[in-house]
């Protein structure tokens, strides 16, 4: 009987001691930590070109066409690449913990983590896939993460910019605009009016919503960076031009008509539509034009280590070359190789 008696508490305490550690466990499984409010989850020009990779730690995080755009990870110079994720993913944002994207389908296979049926806003931890959470379902297409706030485009009924906390809640409607909030630069986001009058660059406090007009000029996909802007000039030919917002002053950089554009640290990679199509480069001074390929490209993407692109109206191949020094474009075999891998 003392046996017995003795043997009951001690289960009892090892349930208690079980059920602790699996609510510490699960707590410490969903937490969200707090992230500076400098924090972008991607560049500007990553984010107009569909957010397609994003790099963050150590890794570059990428949708990979050779798998239906399942989320996979690598290591900048494109060693380690495996899936994390079988969904449709693009969009992608990053912070310490956690990517946040768009899921546009349920993807296939099985692979790491597995897959969410529904279209919407997701976060996903990164070193755990299989810890997911829909933040928001809905059918958009764009998300931003700036600091502890994911941004996000709706479509439907109502086409409207919305914003939600990144631990999902407080959700609510920004802008009741069809707008891409690509462009953040300290406080504001930056991005063309379209409201069918003009194209005006607005600047859009991010914390209050609180909405001003930055440049009287009907500027596509700009990316500001302190006082200097880049974009695409509707009334110039839509030639690529560098402004200066606190005085308005212009310089051509390239006069061909321009349709996408991505800034790296050194170069601005855009995409010509004139008679001779062409991917192209030039410093940010409007030095050194090179042309980077021939034809049409899109989803222009750039990590630390390479700039990748596509072919337009193709996901695959995907063309790459290195993000500055010389001109190479080869094709990215890392992301096919693991997309086979991860199939078998």
Known sequence: ????????????????????????????????PENPDTLFG????NFYNGGMFCESDGY???SNPYDNNALYRMRPDETEAERLIASETSSINADGKFLYYYQSGSG?????????SSTGVYRVQKDDPKNIKCLDKIVGGHVVLAGNTVFYTCAGDTVALSRIDTTGENKKIVL????LPAS??????????NDGSNLYVMAMNRTTGATRKALEEDIYMPIVEGETLYGIDV???????????????KITL?????????VTDTYIYYQTSGPTPQLRRIRKDGSGMEVVADGAYNTINATSRYVYFTRFNNTIPIYKTPVSGAVNVTTFEAASAAAIEAME
């Open 176 to 179: 009741e605009k069809d707008i």
């Open 108 to 116: 296939s296979g099985a692979g790491f983590g597995y897959v969410v």
């Open 235 to 249: 009334h110039n030919n839509y030639a690529l031009v560098r402004m200066n917002l606190a005085d308005g002053s």
């Open 42 to 45: 991607n560049t500007s020009g």
């Open 254 to 262: 390239d006069a061909e008509r321009t349709d996408l554009i991505n």
């Open 184 to 193: 953040i630069d300290g406080s504001y986001f930056y991005y063309s009016n």
């Open 1 to 32: 009987m003392k046996k017995k008696l003795i043997i009951i508490p001690l289960i009892v305490a090892a349930v208690v001691v079980l059920v602790i550690a699996v609510t510490i466990s699960t707590r410490s499984r969903n937490n969200v």
């Open 60 to 62: 570059v995080y990428f």
